[in-house]
């Protein structure tokens, strides 16, 4: 009797367990149905996310950057610079313009710029030349830059190539010889071929700053300059000059002219330079207006009340900042 009732009872357990085993493989199977439609669901979003940090990478990292040539004429190890100019995409510029704006993005004053390439031309700041001195008889310090005569006679003529159809003309530089002699001078004048780049030709006087005149030739090193007290800017409209065709030039100015730019019906219009440091209306548009100077570290100065005198030196009151 005994052993009829414990049978039964382990056939009841026994029944028991293969139901708990059925369900329990049920909930389970329907769990993993459940999981894996989950996961179905979401590998597309997973694909476009992933879609998207590949376009956020491309924007970061395609930035390339264009250098310009080493300056023509300086010698190698003076740390002549290059000017460098990134280039954003156009997705990075528009992925810069949709981002929300913050405090850093608020208007600021305009300030001058460095000298870039373009702005300064052959002779840049901060760059050390190499070349030869020359002596030349001045005379009363014009030349072909034609800004009259000098008021003193530390003045130079530059190579033509350095000289770069005028570009030079005014220039500060600083010149030191192997002696540790050195002499600042302006330049006022061309020096044609067979002078080579680097090459100044100085007028007497500076030359014997430098050595002796009876040297005739020396190694020179030199470098542009932004002196301190050199007065204020004047301008003068070339002879001929009238309503319907004029020249303009800068005198006296601290740092190269980069532009010249008159202000015409149709706003600011920048005028072509000649080799011999005017800068021209062909068509007389601005003539006897507003002028606006700039120079090759980007200061822009707004010059208005000249009147259209030809060749008369008309004063200004405004100067470039010093460098």
């Excluded at 740390?79 to 997705?91: E, I, K, Q, S, V």
């Excluded at 001195?133 to 034609?146: F, I, R």
């Excluded at 002699?181 to 090459?199: D, K, L, M, Y």
């Amino acid at each position: 009797m005994k052993t009829d009732t414990m049978t039964a009872r382990q056939a009841a357990r026994q029944r028991r367990r293969r139901r708990r085993l059925v369900l329990g493989t049920a909930v389970a199977l329907t769990a993993a149905g459940v999981l894996a439609a989950l996961v179905l669901a979401l590998l597309p979003d997973r694909r476009a996310d992933a879609g998207t940090a590949a376009t956020a990478q491309a924007i970061t990292t395609a930035s390339p950057t264009a250098s310009s040539p080493t300056a023509p004429g300086a010698p190698a190890g003076t740390g002549t610079p290059t000017a460098t100019d990134t280039a954003r995409p156009a997705a990075h510029a528009a992925a810069s313009a949709a981002a929300k704006p913050s405090a850093a993005d608020a208007p600021r004053p305009s300030r001058p710029t460095p000298a870039t390439a373009s702005a300064a031309g052959r002779i840049r700041p901060g760059t050390t030349y190499r070349g030869v001195a020359t002596a030349y008889e001045a005379g009363d310090g014009n030349g072909a830059c034609l800004f009259g005569p000098s008021p003193d006679l530390m003045v130079a003529a530059m190579n033509t190539t350095d000289y770069e159809s005028s570009r030079a003309c005014g220039a500060y530089v600083l010149v030191h010889a192997a002696n540790g002699a050195s002499v600042t001078v302006r330049i006022t004048n061309e020096c044609p071929a067979p002078c080579a780049p680097g090459q100044l030709d100085l007028s007497h006087q500076a030359f014997a700053k430098l050595a002796d005149l009876a040297v005739g030739r020396i190694p020179i090193t030199w470098s542009l300059l932004s002196p301190g007290e050199v007065g204020t800017i004047s301008i003068r409209y070339k002879t001929g000059s009238s309503p319907y065709w004029c020249g303009i030039q800068a005198i006296g100015h601290r740092n190269p002219v980069a532009a010249l730019e008159i202000r015409t019906s149709d706003g600011w219009r920048q005028l072509p330079r000649t080799d011999y440091d005017y800068f021209l209306s062909a068509d007389g548009s601005g003539c006897g207006g507003a002028i606006r100077i700039t120079d090759i570290y980007g200061e822009r100065l707004t010059i208005t009340g000249i009147a259209l005198r030809p060749n008369v030196v008309q004063p200004t009151g405004v100067q470039f900042s010093r460098h």
